[in-house]
């Protein structure tokens, strides 16, 4: 499939998807109506329309755009497909530092920052421990980063009071439930930020593909372009966890089928990456959401219920990386 | 001219006190046995290894002072074993490293290097020498669209996935490459009578030492091999001034 006629399609469904996800559910006529400020309309239902169900799904789509395009640019970086930042221990270092932040009762926007910096922390010691550049390497070193954030995590949440223990739980498992508009523009701006920073590097990680030593060859400072990928990814990775919670696979799963779509191309790639982790990221929370009405379930499960065999299936090829 | 002066290195191979230059149009081969730091030496002449000591002149210009993005519009390097990315087109592969992409200059490298046919193929469903000749119109891409004013091409084992016959042509391409294009040429070869038929100089190295540089029929003789291989060599020639060298 050509790439203008994939943009074109994915753009499509994933306003179609934007849409949907924002009137779903019950009362959806009256929703329809309340969006478009019809004659006759519910104010109170447009009220909630816009403060809690807009947010809600700008935050799903923007999360999923910022996970897809971490996931490709990590991908890219270290040769290798089955790179993610929830199996190799980014988003676990992240959630650690957000939830330090979140019980010093730091503001949102240093929960974040915080969240950044715990998501570089663990990128730079999984890349150091994996320096040999084996994809089995990368991934045990993240296994291993994940059981220690894991385990200082759980220490963590066994000393909260009981309210606190039941919503930092549930945002662990990834919602966007919670969303507000400062979250919903938080996330909407760092995702357009990070998806146009990372074009700049497209033509670099496309020469990276031939290896580090090449894209010197063609004319790139492999160390700097390097930090500035690494940087971004963790960025938008550290940044959806401490906002979001664990919402895994997605940076696997919509890299991989756009690879498999378009070929490797990666500026083609990074400029699609986010709309098709958008549009991932808002069928799941719509499942989480409709799945077992009036219950609801976290995001982070419908995403790894699907993510696991898809991560399992790329594990059993032949060919493992890219590169 | 690209001038290298008394160069050192430590890592990852060292290497003692090489000196030797490479002019626009000439065809320059590396020589030595295993683990002479023939490769080493090609990497460090491409910049990507720092010099312990000494210095590589490009068009009098230190290379250490001259960054990635202006080093590759003056060289471009083809390594032993390139890349076979699954899933990017040779025609993608064709535009990595080159800053503006020239239709025209694209098609004279495809046309020298005959990869007009494997535009649109996966590069993991190349052949070796398919592989070879991609990466060699890719690195003429990247030299024949750039505005410098001296342009290198350095080569390691360029022959490394090719049949006697493959090698020979393909060797007598790149020469005629380097005269047509004003390119100077650095290549790292293993077959000495690869070098002896296409080499306009040679450097010989042994154990990270230059043991000799010069003209090709000056510096390959048969008593000079014999004591950089440490083996005894028989030469033959075919009386209209062709040489090869036999193990005997």
Known sequence: ?323 | MLEIRRLSLRHPAPLHDISFACAAGEVTVILGPNGAGKSTLLHAIGGYYPAAAGEILLAGEPLAGIDAARLASCRALIEQHPARPAGMRVADLLHIGVAQADPAMLAQALDLCGCQTLLARDCASLSGGELQRVHLARALHQLLTSKAAQRYLLLDEPTAALDIGAANQQLATLRQLAQRCQLGMIAVLHDVNLALRHADKVLLLKDGRQVAYGDTAQVMTQRRLEQVYDICLTELGDGHGQRAFIAS
């Open chain 1, 1 to 323: 499939m050509s790439a203008r006629t994939l943009l074109i399609l994915l753009a499509s469904l994933t306003g179609l998807a934007f849409f949907i996800s924002l009137l779903a559910g019950e009362h959806a006529a009256a929703r329809l109506a309340a969006l478009f400020a019809l004659p006759g309309h519910d104010a109170l239902e447009r009220e909630l329309l816009l403060a809690l169900r807009l947010p809600r799904v700008v935050s799903a789509a923007a999360a999923g755009a910022l996970l897809a395009t971490a996931g490709l640019a990590i991908q890219a970086r270290f040769h290798n497909d089955l790179a993610e930042p929830g199996l190799i221990g980014i988003s676990g270092g992240a959630a650690l530092a957000a939830a330090l932040a979140l019980a010093a009762r730091w503001p949102t926007l240093a929960v974040s920052i915080a969240a950044f910096g715990g998501a570089l922390a663990a990128l730079l010691l999984v890349s150091h421990l994996a320096r040999d550049r084996a994809t089995a390497t990368l991934i045990l070193a993240g296994v291993a980063v994940n059981a220690l954030c894991g385990s200082l995590l759980t220490l963590l949440i066994s000393t909260l009071p009981d309210g606190a223990l039941r919503s930092v739980t549930f945002w662990l498992m990834g919602s966007f439930a919670g969303s507000d508009g400062r979250q919903a523009w938080l996330l909407a701006l760092l995702a357009i930020a990070v998806t146009v920073a990372l074009q700049r590097q497209g033509r670099f990680l496309q020469a990276l593909q031939l290896g580090d030593r090449a894209a010197f060859y063609s004319g790139f400072n492999v160390g700097r372009n390097g930090a500035v990928t690494i940087a971004l990814a963790a960025l938008a990775a550290g940044v959806v966890v401490s906002q979001c919670g664990m919402v895994g696979f997605v940076g696997l799963m919509a890299p991989h089928i756009l690879r498999r779509l378009t070929g490797l191309h990666l500026p083609t790639l990074l400029k699609l990456a986010p709309l098709a982790g958008a549009l991932l990221t808002l069928l799941a929370d719509l499942a989480a959401r409709e799945l077992l009405y009036p219950a609801e379930l976290p995001v982070g499960v419908i995403t790894s219920l699907a993510g696991a065999p898809f991560f399992l299936y790329l594990l059993t090829r032949k060919r493992p990386s890219h590169a």
